[in-house]
């Protein structure tokens, strides 16, 4: 008999090379996309700037690294929970076999997304250190504890909305319809700091923000991150939504897997 | 081996209505080395039974307790991801079971078994019925489980594939055993020793299967009459 992690290792590693050969075989230019669609964004962000004349950057940073650092990081939270919402339906077949959980496609996906955004990142850094840009982040080690925080908001907001949207599948769309505003209130290609502060205060209760604001604070020795950002608060939210997710999937396991 | 204590089940609608029982209290142990025909009319509960002996599923009330390796149900509902290679599939089912170092003597194993040539690489959605019972049996084949659950796995294999299935069953009579779900008579009589006859949810023990075929049939025979209007 094999031990209770053998079995959740090997179910891990199995459904891994599955979603791994889904993701590139999928849609014909899968990789492309992966480092395409960031590209694309700064491209047209950057173009975007240069119409509209202003040149004067933000402060402490250059505008092309911070946007590639906020575009990356909330790539890397979007895809997480978006790729979420159908890891179930997708692996559903599979539940067949009573050692494959509704959970496990799910953190399989999740853990997926972070690598892929982490080497896209990664790239991206390379190629803009090559440009000649400051982008080699300042604090290291923090740099990597702001972006692992935000993948586990990734992971926690996908373990909630995979069970929501299977129940509800209305949650589904709503969620892919929020992404589009949340991408613009997180202050991943607009700076925050040039929206008055009255509603900054508002802003500010949504944890993408933070964790945007506190990686590139990392990343660039003179840049000021939007007052009140706090990775105390990000962390208030990676636990309460860890926490509500592995409590719904535990709930709702035996109808997830029967549905 | 296996036991089914009191068990219950009912599904639920998508208004969280639901259905009756399907299950009303079936009990029974499944001594070693025996192996069992499921009988009973069509929707009575035969492969959610299956299901739930096979933990694809829970029961609402009860328990089933499994003290031995027990194969997924092997049928046509499911266990086959559509998109997914007949030999994706395979190596996905043998990494689950722990088979990561032999996995190349798996799909050699299947492969060979099912003979289905080409198709093997192309994805299982593409499949003739036929096709993926004998990718499915040949697949739990592949494995050393001490009780396989059939839930009409051979039911669309052509007489040469059956004859196949059935030898290769025979061989490992003596190490493992069955439940079976079928609507063939001589199957069941080949593999099974004894019988369980599900009727208005619950279930009836026979120690010979050709009893429970027997009393299954007569009350088949002799349906309740009732005047139209």
């Given at each position: 008999?094999?031990?209770h992690?053998?079995?959740t290792w090997?179910?891990w590693?199995?459904?891994?090379?599955?979603?791994?050969?889904?993701r590139t075989?999928?849609d014909?230019?899968?990789?492309?996309?992966?480092?395409?669609?960031?590209?694309a964004?700064?491209?047209?962000?950057?173009?975007?700037?240069?119409?509209?004349?202003?040149?004067?950057?933000?402060?402490g940073?250059?505008?092309i690294?911070?946007?590639?650092?906020?575009?990356?990081?909330f790539?890397?939270?979007?895809?997480s929970?978006?790729?979420?919402?159908?890891?179930?339906?997708?692996n559903?077949?599979?539940?067949?076999?009573?050692?494959?959980?509704?959970i496990?496609?799910?953190?399989?996906?999740?853990a997926?997304?972070?690598?892929l955004?982490?080497?896209?990142?990664?790239?991206?850094?390379a190629?803009?250190?090559?440009?000649?840009?400051?982008m080699l982040?300042?604090?290291p080690?923090?740099a990597?504890?702001?972006w692992?925080?935000?993948w586990?908001?990734?992971?926690?907001?996908?373990?909630?909305?995979?069970?929501?949207?299977?129940?509800?599948?209305d949650?589904?769309h709503?969620?892919?319809?929020?992404?589009?505003p949340m991408?613009?209130m997180?202050?991943?290609?607009?700076?925050?700091?040039?929206?008055?502060?009255?509603f900054?205060r508002?802003?500010l209760?949504?944890p993408?923000?933070?964790g945007?604001?506190?990686?590139?604070a990392?990343?660039?020795?003179g840049?000021?991150?939007?007052?009140?950002?706090?990775?105390e608060?990000?962390?208030?939210?990676?636990?309460a939504?860890?926490?509500?997710?592995?409590?719904?999937h535990?709930?709702?396991?035996a109808?997830?897997?029967?549905? | 081996?296996?036991?089914?204590?009191k068990?219950?089940?009912?599904?639920?609608?998508h208004?969280?209505q639901?259905?009756?029982?399907?299950l009303?209290?079936?009990?029974?142990?499944?001594?070693k080395?025996?192996?069992?025909?499921?009988?009973?009319?069509?929707?009575v509960?035969?492969?959610t039974l299956?299901?739930l002996?096979?933990?694809?599923d829970y029961p609402?009330?009860?328990?089933?307790?499994?003290?031995?390796?027990v194969s997924?149900p092997?049928?046509?509902?499911?266990?086959?991801?559509?998109t997914?290679t007949?030999?994706q599939?395979?190596?996905?089912?043998?990494?689950?079971?722990g088979?990561?170092?032999?996995?190349?003597?798996?799909?050699?194993?299947?492969?060979?078994f099912?003979e289905?040539?080409?198709?093997f690489?192309?994805?299982?959605?593409?499949?003739?019925?036929g096709m993926?019972s004998?990718l499915?049996?040949?697949l739990?084949?592949?494995?050393?489980?001490?009780?396989?659950?059939?839930d009409?796995?051979t039911a669309?294999?052509?007489?040469?594939?059956?004859?196949?299935a059935?030898?290769a069953f025979n061989d490992?009579?003596?190490k493992?055993?069955?439940?079976?779900?079928?609507?063939?008579?001589?199957i069941l009589?080949?593999?099974?020793?004894?019988?369980?006859w599900?009727?208005?949810g619950?279930?009836?023990?026979?120690?010979?299967?050709?009893?429970?075929?027997?009393?299954?049939g007569?009350?088949v025979?002799?349906p309740?009459?009732?005047?139209?209007?």
């Open positions: 008999m094999r031990s992690w053998q079995v090997s179910v590693h199995a459904l891994f090379m599955r979603e791994v050969l889904a075989t999928g014909r230019l899968g990789w492309f996309w992966m480092l395409g669609e960031p590209v964004f700064i491209v047209i962000m950057v173009g975007i700037r240069s119409l509209i004349g202003r040149t004067g950057g933000i402060i940073a250059d505008y690294p911070w946007l590639i650092v906020g575009i990356t990081a790539f890397l939270f979007r895809e929970v978006i790729r979420a919402i159908n890891a179930i339906e997708a559903q077949a599979l539940f067949a076999y009573r050692q494959v959980k509704p496990d496609p799910v953190l399989v996906r999740s997926l997304e972070g690598l955004k982490t080497t896209v990142l990664m790239i991206l850094m190629m803009s250190t090559l440009l000649d840009y400051d982040p300042a604090d080690l923090g990597m504890l702001v692992l925080s935000m586990l908001l990734g992971l926690g907001g996908g373990l909630v909305v995979s069970v929501g949207a299977r129940l509800v599948p949650i589904g709503v969620i892919k319809m929020l992404m589009l991408f613009i997180s202050g991943a290609i607009f700076p925050i700091q040039s929206i008055p502060h009255a900054q508002y802003l209760y949504n993408v923000l933070h945007l604001e506190l990686l590139r990392d990343f660039f020795t840049y000021t991150a939007v007052q009140g950002v706090s990775f608060y990000l962390w208030h939210w990676n636990l939504l860890l926490a509500l997710g592995l409590a719904l535990l709930r709702f396991a109808r997830l897997k029967a549905k | 081996m296996i036991e089914v204590n068990v219950y089940k009912r599904y639920h609608t208004n969280h639901s259905t009756g029982w399907v009303r209290g079936v009990d029974f142990r499944l001594p080395g025996l192996s069992l025909g499921l009988i009973g009319g069509n929707g509960g035969k492969s299956l299901r002996i096979g933990g694809m609402d009330r009860g328990k089933i307790v499994r003290n031995c390796r997924w092997i049928g046509l509902a499911g266990g086959f991801q559509g997914m007949g030999r599939n395979v190596k996905f089912v043998a990494r689950i079971h088979n990561t170092r032999r996995i190349d003597e798996v799909i050699a194993f299947v492969q060979d099912a289905i040539g080409k198709a690489d192309e994805p299982i959605k593409t499949y003739s019925s993926r004998r499915a049996f040949g739990s084949l592949a494995f050393d489980f001490d009780l396989y659950l059939s009409e796995a669309t294999g052509d007489a040469s594939f059956k004859a196949k059935k030898r490992r009579v003596g493992a055993s069955i439940i079976m779900v079928s609507h063939s008579e001589g009589r080949d593999l099974c020793q004894a019988g369980v599900l009727r208005n619950e279930a009836i023990w026979f120690d010979d299967i050709a009893e429970a075929l027997k009393a299954y007569e009350s025979k002799k309740p009459l009732r005047k139209a209007g």
